[in-house]
């Protein structure tokens, strides 16, 4: 007994200089800040706040000063002074590295992160003047490629991050594009990012012919209000992507919407009016040089234009209309103006208990074509955010809805229409009916081109409506332990009319009026439980969250053809067509998973990232359906290491991570493990048969991709300069394509998995700086670069394969394999190639058998590097946003897209006078021009299978200019609001390049450029 009483006299004056000091910590509005640091200034001695915002801390130390750090927040020295219970309220730090990030199933920030995620904020999507919230990221992203495929109102974007991982299953040289995976509000985006539309249009005319535009068609996303986004993160590394498995192994693309904010109810309005044109393009040949031309090609062919119907000779262009008529198609088709008009309107209130946000949308858009083309967008949108007094259960509901409308053109050759000859007579006559003769000359395109404005009686509409819902469900159980559901449901619907009516066609042939009407329907729910603990451990902060994914698909699609209209009144109701044909489509995927995430973060300095997730999909066979993904990352932070702030101080922040997963891919199309059969359309003895449509093998499974990804991150100067470089490698093998049968087998193709392994590498960097910080100024700017490369490992039996004169292993899978261009016969005037043993030839012969014959490797379509740089200045209240894209490539130019062979019966650009042969002798860059399908016809058909027609389409575009003014504060008081911000914003202002087209983007001579947009606007806070 003695001994005891000796302790406990020992711990008297030891208790009585030791303190337990316990607080919470929040931010300005009051909410608990997880993940705190709370420190006793001088020692080691620290603990962490819990997701609670509270903390204890024991104490021996006389005149203790706790200090309270945060990765979002300012640092904060507090004296104790005897307190035991203390309540911090901590600032909000301004830096980029403490935004908070949408990552998959929940948020982060840059510091804390390991994996490569960049965001794009609400702010830079306002500043342009885009409809459509894919536009906003060209070139904003490292590591993204935004294509447009058309200028024109609702057109489709190509979306690729980090290179192609996939074959070119067709082997037609416009391979399905390997797209990310869209995630709206926590909501697999119903249609993704697919094209929609099932009929031909302006918007989608295909690569057939001159048209050129393989992935043309209705962007799904033109559906979305970008004034109603948040933010848009892109997630690219196997960290940030391989808790989505399969569904992640191209990248993820998370589109989070607005919600609405503690404080006073605020009424926000918006509105801006603007115009949009066509920017400089190649001129065409104006009545003298066309004529000169089409005199020449007669020339050279031995001929005289003669003004007899069905002769070789014959040219009405020469012989019958107006030599001296002149005009410019091109001016007439596409140099109009279009107009836009965009409205917004959104009110929010909220405590702290609640929040709301309700907004709506109206967007216009006029096609530069004539007529009254356009298309238009109304939106809602609605989002409610709750949370109980005691901060156990949360619900949050956001919902958004839209209706668009595209009317257009039916018939694609409103795109080339500005072909025609320039001395082509008025199209129509006096009471405005189209002409289709003149003076004996048939104008239907059997000689003469067909009536331009033909084109214009087609009538193309298509209308979407989109619904995307989601609704969460949370519950703290025990403190640190949370249970939630995240319930989703996307549908968007499509419907279509394509009329081709009597006044559109030539009456001498006896037309059949024909309508078509189809709908296109997607849709997909998904239920997605989740546990999450959340705990801290002396200086750790851990967390573990486990779930499970529930998701169905389906894709309905209908096709009614409508002939033999007796009146035009009738053709927009299918029930008017004495005759129908019909045709339908069902398709529907299932898709479960199980995953889980685990994070640790010690000391803030060391973060370990681990991931895993077993993915079930119904488009496998039996014994294949399921399979395993998952990746660890890990980061260190050694800009906290005191050696390191010691010796280093101006670096204020460094971090170096590293990833490695591996993701997947299931994205082959469904059944095609079965058997698949589909009645006839026509039957025999009106009896319908059946025609098997796939040739099925249940052998394919899982293709995958390995990611592995380096990272430093640096900042200097109290992180007033930002770098952040990357190194990434992504592997591609087991690939999931449709494998090219020959023709006697009775099918063209049968889905398996190749042996191909595809290597996509490449540095991303970007830099960020706060140049120029004063009173009254500041400049700040931010720049980013990608240079990739894209590389075929290796295709084990790729010579005695279908592809075995498609790809070569060590070459990018975007290798040009053409014909080499040896220029011109100075003789012949004619083009002439190089054949394989290096000798100049004028008939090169095309690969057969497996071999590649004539054929060499002349280069690929990868970008060498692209990016982008943005300038952001204010003084006072005016602010300037100045944003350049840039992109080196190789690209195919005019030459390869002509609308025939020059000097036939079609307008043709005025370069083509400068370059061609004339006689004997001359050094030319172009063949000599042809009025007859002939020798020359022929040499120019294997110049565009050769490398004479692609070369530099590399540009730097000026892609978004911002000016905008806030009135003054007393101001603003007279008149009662608060904020009123005018401003102009323009997009695509001037592009410097040496592309031989129209447009080094689009690529397409026969498409519609990306447009110069100006606008002007208003925004109001009230």
């Given at each position: 007994m003695k001994y005891l009483y000796i302790f406990l006299l020992a711990m008297i004056p030891i208790s009585g200089f030791c303190q337990m000091v316990t607080g919470t910590v929040t931010d300005i509005h009051n909410q608990p800040i997880e993940a705190v640091t709370v420190t006793i200034k001088g020692t080691s001695l620290a603990t962490v706040t819990n997701d609670k915002g509270y903390f204890k801390i024991n104490t021996n130390v006389n005149n203790?000063?706790?200090?309270?750090?945060?990765?979002?927040?300012?640092?904060?020295?507090?004296?104790?002074?005897?307190?035991?219970?203390?309540k911090i309220i901590l600032n909000p730090k301004v830096n980029s590295l403490d935004e908070v990030h949408v990552i998959a199933y929940g948020t982060n920030t840059q510091r804390n992160t390991v994996g490569s995620i960049s965001k794009l904020s609400a702010a830079d999507i306002e500043q342009q003047p885009v409809t459509n919230p894919l536009a906003a990221l060209e070139g904003r992203v490292p590591g993204l490629v935004v294509t447009a495929t058309s200028g024109m109102p609702g057109a489709s974007f190509n979306i690729q991050i980090r290179g192609q991982n996939t074959l070119d299953a067709a082997r037609n040289g416009s391979p399905a594009k390997d797209q990310p995976l869209f995630i709206v509000d926590g909501v697999p985006f119903a249609p993704q990012n697919t094209n929609t539309n099932q009929f031909h249009s302006v918007l989608s005319p295909g690569n057939g012919g001159v048209y050129g535009n393989a992935y043309g068609g209705v962007s799904p996303f033109n559906s979305l209000n970008p004034a109603?986004?948040?933010?848009?993160?892109?997630?690219?590394?196997?960290?940030?992507?391989?808790?989505?498995?399969?569904?992640?192994?191209?990248?993820?693309?998370?589109?989070?919407?607005?919600?609405?904010?503690?404080?006073?109810?605020?009424?926000?309005?918006?509105?801006?009016?603007?115009?949009?044109?066509?920017?400089?393009?190649?001129?065409?040949?104006?009545?003298?040089?066309?004529?000169?031309?089409?005199?020449?090609?007669?020339?050279?062919?031995?001929?005289?234009?003669?003004?007899?119907?069905?002769?070789?000779?014959?040219?009405?262009?020469?012989?019958?209309?107006?030599?001296?008529?002149?005009?410019?198609?091109?001016?007439?088709?596409?140099?109009?103006?279009?107009?836009?008009?965009?409205?917004?309107?959104?009110?929010?209130?909220?405590?702290?208990?609640?929040?709301?946000?309700?907004?709506?949308?109206?967007?216009?858009?006029?096609?530069?074509?004539?007529?009254?083309?356009?298309?238009?967008?109304?939106?809602?949108?609605?989002?409610?955010?709750?949370?109980?007094?005691?901060?156990?259960?949360?619900?949050?509901?956001?919902?958004?809805?839209?209706?668009?409308?595209?009317?257009?053109?039916?018939?694609?050759?409103?795109?080339?229409?500005?072909?025609?000859?320039?001395?082509?007579?008025?199209?129509?006559?006096?009471?405005?009916?189209?002409?289709?003769?003149?003076?004996?000359?048939?104008?239907d395109g059997s000689y003469a081109s067909s009536n331009p404005y033909s084109s214009f009686k087609q009538e193309y509409t298509v209308s979407n409506t989109s619904l995307n819902s989601n609704l969460l469900l949370s519950y703290e159980l025990i403190r640190g332990l949370t249970i939630r559901t995240s319930l989703g449901y996307g549908t968007y619907q499509n419907k279509e009319y394509s009329a081709t009516p009597f006044a559109s066609q030539n009456p001498a042939y006896n037309p059949q009026a024909t309508a078509n009407f189809g709908t296109n329907e997607f849709t997909t729910w998904i239920i997605e439980p989740q546990l999450e603990y959340k705990n801290t451990f002396k200086k750790a902060l851990y967390s573990f969250l486990a779930g499970s994914t529930f998701q169905k698909n389906s894709n309905n699609t209908t096709q009614v053809e409508g002939l033999g209209y007796i009146n035009d009144d009738l053709i927009h109701s299918i029930s008017?067509?004495?005759?129908?044909?019909?045709?339908?489509?069902?398709?529907?995927?299932?898709?479960?998973?199980?995953?889980?995430?685990?994070?640790?973060?010690?000391?803030?300095?060391?973060?370990?990232?681990?991931?895993?997730?077993?993915?079930?999909?119904?488009?496998?066979?039996?014994?294949?359906?399921?399979?395993?993904?998952?990746?660890?990352?890990?980061g260190w932070l050694f800009s906290e290491e005191g050696l390191f702030k010691e010796h280093l101080p101006t670096i204020s922040y460094g971090k170096l991570r590293a990833s490695y997963?591996?993701?997947?891919?299931?994205?082959?199309?469904?059944?095609?493990?079965?058997?698949?059969?589909?009645?006839?359309?026509?039957?025999?003895?009106?009896?319908?048969?059946?025609?098997?449509?796939?040739?099925?093998?249940?052998?394919?499974?899982?293709?995958?991709?390995?990611?592995?990804?380096?990272?430093?991150?640096?900042?200097?100067?109290?992180?007033?300069?930002?770098l952040t470089s990357a190194w990434f490698m992504n592997r591609t093998g087991n690939q999931l394509i449709q494998y090219q049968l020959p023709t006697q087998t009775g099918f063209n193709t049968v889905v398996e998995n190749s042996p191909a392994l595809v290597q996509n590498t490449g540095w991303e960097f970007s830099l960020q700086g706060k140049i120029i910080q004063s009173k009254s100024f500041t400049w700040n700017a931010a720049f980013n670069a990608t240079v990739p490369k894209n590389k075929l490992l290796s295709f084990p039996g790729l010579s005695t394969s279908s592809y075995a004169t498609t790809y070569i292993v060590g070459q990018s899978i975007s290798v040009l394999n053409k014909f080499k261009?040896?220029?011109?016969?100075?003789?012949?005037?004619?083009?002439?190639?190089?054949?394989?043993?290096?000798?100049?030839?004028?008939?090169?012969?095309?690969?057969?058998?497996?071999?590649?014959?004539?054929?060499?490797?002349?280069?690929?379509?990868?970008?060498?590097?692209?990016?982008?740089?943005?300038?952001?200045?204010?003084?006072?209240?005016?602010q300037l946003t100045v944003f350049l894209e840039f992109k080196k490539q190789f690209g195919i130019n005019y030459l390869g897209q002509l609308n025939g062979v020059p000097g036939w019966e079609f307008n043709q650009p005025a370069a083509l006078l400068s370059a061609r042969w004339t006689k004997e002798g001359d050094n030319a860059t172009f063949q000599k021009f042809a009025s007859q399908?002939?020798?020359?016809?022929?040499?120019?058909?294997?110049?565009?299978?050769?490398?004479?027609?692609?070369?530099?389409?590399?540009?730097?575009?000026?892609?978004?200019?911002?000016?905008?003014?806030?009135?003054?504060?007393?101001?603003?008081?007279?008149?009662?609001?608060?904020?009123?911000?005018?401003?102009?914003?323009?997009?695509?202002?001037?592009?410097?390049?040496?592309?031989?087209?129209?447009?080094?983007?689009?690529?397409?001579?026969?498409?519609?450029?990306?447009?110069?947009?100006?606008?002007?606007?208003?925004?109001?806070n009230l």
């Open positions: 203790t000063v706790l200090v309270f750090t945060a990765t979002n927040t300012e640092t904060l020295q507090i004296p104790l002074k005897g307190q035991s219970n203390l109603d986004i948040e933010s848009i993160e892109v997630l690219k590394d196997a960290d940030a992507t391989a808790i989505y498995g399969s569904r992640g192994g191209n990248g993820v693309i998370l589109i989070t919407t607005k919600k609405g904010k503690t404080g006073k109810t605020s009424l926000d309005l918006g509105l801006d009016n603007g115009i949009s044109v066509i920017g400089h393009t190649m001129p065409m040949m104006n009545t003298q040089q066309y004529l000169q031309m089409r005199r020449e090609a007669f020339a050279n062919d031995r001929l005289t234009p003669n003004n007899i119907l069905y002769d070789p000779a014959y040219a009405p262009d020469l012989t019958v209309f107006d030599q001296s008529r002149n005009t410019d198609w091109k001016n007439y088709f596409l140099g109009n103006t279009a107009h836009h008009l965009n409205a917004n309107a959104a009110i929010s209130s909220g405590n702290a208990n609640t929040q709301f946000r309700i907004a709506s949308g109206f967007n216009r858009d006029t096609y530069i074509f004539p007529g009254n083309y356009g298309d238009n967008r109304i939106s809602l949108s609605s989002n409610i955010h709750q949370v109980s007094t005691d901060k156990k259960f949360l619900l949050d509901f956001t919902t958004s809805y839209s209706y668009d409308k595209n009317s257009s053109s039916a018939s694609q050759n409103l795109l080339t229409a500005y072909s025609l000859e320039p001395n082509y007579p008025n199209p129509v006559d006096a009471n405005g009916n189209l002409l289709w003769n003149y003076n004996g000359v048939p104008l008017g067509a004495p005759t129908q044909t019909a045709s339908d489509g069902s398709f529907e995927y299932k898709y479960t998973a199980l995953f889980a995430r685990f994070n640790f973060r010690w000391d803030s300095k060391y973060i370990i990232d681990i991931n895993g997730r077993r993915d079930g999909s119904s488009r496998f066979g039996p014994g294949k359906q399921f399979g395993n993904f998952g990746s660890v990352g890990a997963g591996i993701t997947g891919s299931d994205a082959i199309g469904d059944y095609n493990f079965i058997s698949r059969w589909a009645p006839t359309t026509y039957g025999y003895n009106n009896v319908l048969g059946y025609l098997p449509q796939n040739l099925a093998n249940d052998q394919f499974s899982w293709a995958t991709t390995k990611k592995l990804e380096l990272g430093l991150e640096l900042g200097f100067l109290q992180d007033r300069i930002l261009s040896a220029g011109v016969n100075q003789q012949t005037g004619l083009f002439q190639f190089y054949d394989a043993t290096g000798i100049i030839t004028d008939t090169p012969q095309l690969p057969a058998s497996g071999s590649f014959n004539d054929y060499y490797n002349v280069g690929n379509l990868d970008p060498k590097f692209y990016g982008g740089l943005q300038n952001f200045f204010t003084y006072k209240n005016l399908y002939n020798d020359a016809a022929t040499a120019y058909n294997n110049f565009t299978q050769s490398d004479g027609i692609y070369s530099d389409a590399s540009y730097l575009r000026v892609k978004t200019v911002s000016l905008s003014y806030l009135l003054p504060a007393g101001v603003l008081k007279k008149l009662s609001v608060k904020s009123i911000r005018i401003y102009a914003n323009a997009q695509n202002l001037f592009t410097i390049t040496s592309y031989k087209g129209n447009d080094p983007e689009t690529q397409n001579f026969y498409g519609i450029p990306t447009l110069k947009t100006i606008t002007g606007g208003l925004q109001l």
